[in-house]
C-alpha cells in the first residue's frame, strides 16, 4: 500500500461524522421526543427503552452481515462503497419516514428501518482502515475516526437539538439527512478502492452463525436476568416488609421523602430486581454468548470473556444513562418537550467535549501507567459521576447535573481508548478478527440489557412516586459502572497492559 497523505486519513473516515449525527440526533433527541408526543406519561421510558432494544438487535443481525457482504464483493466501485451508499439513501427515506410518523406504531416501523438501512453502512465502512491504510499509519487513521465518532456528541447539541427547541423538528431532520447525503457523496468521490478481481472463497455463514451465538446468548442473559431480578426483587420486597412490621420500621418512613410505606416493599422488589436483572443479564449474556461462539475457547481465554463483562457493564451504563437524560431533565425541571431537547443538546454537547478530551488524552496516559488499570479508573470515575446524579433527582440542580456529567465524560473517553486497547492485547494474534468481532456486539448488547430493563423499572417505579424511577435506574447505572471495574480482577493482561 501507499502512503497516505493527511487528507485521505480525514476522507476515509468523513462518513463516519455523518453516520454519528444520525445515531446521536435519532437516539437523543428524535426518538425521545417523539416517544413521548405518541405515549401516555406513563410508558415513555418503557417505550422507549423496548424500541432501544428491538432496534439493536436488527444492528447485531445486519452490520455483521453487511460486512461480510462487502467481504466479498467484486463491484467495480470497490467493496464498501456501494453499501455505504446504499445505506445513506435508505436513512434518507426512513428519516423522512420519522418525520412523517403519526403515532408509536408508525415510529417504531420507521426507526427499525433506519436502523436496518444504517447498519448496511456501518459494518462495510470498518472495513476501509483495514483496506486501505498501511499498518504503520492505521494509529494516526484510527485516531481520526475517534474524533469524527465523537465530534457529533458536541455538534448535534449546539445545532439539531436547537432546531427542536425552536419547534423545527422537520428542519433538524432534514439537516441530519442533509449532513449524511454530503459525506456519502464525499467519500464515494475521494475514497479510491481497488475492486476485487475473484470473490473470495471465505465462506459466508459461519461468522454469521457466530453472530447469532452471540445474539442468542444475550437474549438468553436478558431471560435469566429477568428471571433472577424477579427471584431476589421479590425477597427483597418480602424482607422489607418483615422490617416494615417490626418496632424500628419508621424512622425509616420518610426515605426517599414520604413515599406510601405500604408501596415501600413492592417499590423496593422492582428497584432490586431491576438491578439483579441487568447484573446477570450482563454476565450470563456475555458467557453464553461467548460459549456459544467462541466454544472451550471461551474458557481458555477467559480474560479476553471477562473483558467483554467489563465492557458490557460500562456501556450499558453509560449508553443508558444518556437515553434517559432527556426525560428525567423533563421532570426535575417540570420542561416541555422542546425545551428538555435543547436543554439535553447543551448537557451531552458539554459532556462530548469532556469525553473528546479524555478520549485523546487516554493514549499517552494507557501507555504510562497500563490499559488495565487505566480501564479501572474510568469505572469508578464514571461511578462517582452516577452517585453525584442521584442528589438531582429531588433537589433539581443544572450545576450538579454538569459537574456529574463531565466526570462521567471524562470517564467515558479514557475508557474508550484503554478499555479497546486492553482488548487487542488480549486476543490470539493470529485471530484478532474473529474474537474482536464478537466484542463489537457489546455496544448493541449493552442498549439492549440497560435500556429494555432500566426503561421498564423507571416508569413502574415513578408511579409509586414521581423521580423514584430515576433514582433507581442511575442508582443501577452507577453499580454497573463499579461492576465494570470489578469484573477486571479476573482480567489477566499481557506483560505492558
Not at 437523543?28 to 405518541?38: C, R
Not at 424500541?51 to 452490520?63: H, K, P, S
Not at 488524552?361 to 469505572?379: E, F, Y
Request: hydrophobic share 55%; aromatic share 8%.
Amino acid at each position: 500500500m501507499k502512503p497516505l497523505r493527511w487528507y485521505d486519513h480525514l476522507s476515509i473516515n468523513l462518513f463516519w461524522l455523518g453516520l454519528n449525527v444520525r445515531n446521536t440526533a435519532l437516539g437523543s433527541i428524535f426518538m425521545p421526543y417523539l416517544v413521548q408526543l405518541y405515549s401516555p406519561a406513563g410508558q415513555i421510558n418503557t417505550r422507549l427503552g423496548l424500541m432501544r432494544a428491538a432496534g439493536l438487535i436488527i444492528a447485531m443481525l445486519v452490520q455483521p452481515a453487511a460486512g461480510l457482504m462487502s467481504d466479498r464483493s467484486t463491484s467495480r466501485v470497490g467493496r464498501r462503497r456501494p453499501y455505504i451508499m446504499a445505506g445513506a439513501l435508505g436513512d434518507l427515506l426512513f428519516l423522512a419516514a420519522i418525520a412523517l410518523s403519526w403515532n408509536y406504531g408508525s415510529l417504531l416501523i420507521a426507526v427499525l428501518m433506519i436502523q436496518f438501512s444504517s447498519n448496511i453502512s456501518h459494518g462495510p465502512l470498518q472495513g476501509l482502515i483495514p483496506d486501505l491504510v498501511p499498518e504503520d499509519q492505521r494509529g494516526r487513521a484510527s485516531a481520526v475516526k475517534s474524533v469524527m465518532e465523537l465530534l457529533p456528541i458536541i455538534l448535534v447539541g449546539i445545532t439539531i437539538a436547537k432546531l427542536v427547541e425552536a419547534g423545527h423538528l422537520d428542519w433538524a431532520i432534514f439537516a441530519t439527512g442533509a449532513s449524511l447525503l454530503v459525506v456519502a457523496v464525499i467519500t464515494m468521490v475521494t475514497v479510491r478502492e481497488t475492486p476485487l478481481a475473484k470473490k473470495p472463497s471465505t465462506p459466508f455463514w459461519p461468522p454469521m452463525l457466530r453472530v447469532l451465538g452471540m445474539l442468542a446468548g444475550i437474549l438468553a442473559g436478558g431471560i435469566a436476568g429477568l428471571l433472577a431480578g424477579g427471584l431476589l426483587g421479590g425477597l427483597t420486597g418480602l424482607a422489607t416488609s418483615a422490617v416494615m412490621g417490626s418496632p424500628i420500621a419508621w424512622d425509616l418512613a420518610g426515605f426517599p421523602t414520604a413515599i406510601n410505606p405500604s408501596s415501600l416493599p413492592a417499590a423496593v422488589a422492582i428497584g432490586v430486581g431491576g438491578g439483579v436483572a441487568m447484573i446477570v443479564a450482563v454476565v450470563v449474556g456475555v458467557w453464553a454468548g461467548a460459549l456459544a461462539t467462541l466454544g472451550r475457547d471461551a474458557r481458555r481465554q477467559s480474560s479476553f470473556t471477562w473483558w467483554i463483562v467489563n465492557r458490557l457493564m460500562f456501556l450499558a451504563a453509560a449508553t443508558s444513562l444518556q437515553g434517559s437524560l432527556f426525560y428525567f431533565l423533563m421532570y426535575a425541571f417540570n420542561l416541555t418537550d422542546k425545551a428538555a431537547s435543547g436543554l439535553t443538546g447543551t448537557i451531552t454537547s458539554v459532556i462530548g467535549v469532556f469525553i473528546l478530551v479524555a478520549a485523546l488524552a487516554s493514549g499517552w496516559l494507557a501507555d504510562r501507567i497500563g490499559r488495565k488499570l487505566l480501564t479501572g479508573l474510568s469505572g469508578i470515575a464514571a461511578a462517582i459521576g452516577g452517585f453525584l446524579l442521584l442528589s438531582t433527582i429531588w433537589l433539581p440542580s443544572l450545576a450538579m447535573i454538569y459537574i456529574a456529567g463531565t466526570i462521567i465524560g471524562l470517564g467515558t473517553g479514557l475508557f474508550m481508548t484503554a478499555n479497546w486497547a486492553l482488548g487487542t492485547d488480549l486476543v490470539p494474534p493470529l485471530e484478532a478478527g474473529r474474537y474482536l468481532g464478537i466484542s463489537n456486539l457489546a455496544g448493541a448488547g449493552a442498549g439492549i440489557v440497560g435500556a429494555g430493563i432500566g426503561g421498564i423499572v423507571a416508569d413502574q417505579l415513578n408511579l409509586f412516586k414521581p423521580g423514584l424511577g430515576y433514582f433507581a435506574i442511575f442508582a443501577c447505572y452507577a453499580v454497573l459502572f463499579l461492576l465494570s471495574t470489578l469484573a477486571l480482577v479476573r482480567v489477566r493482561p499481557v506483560a505492558g497492559s
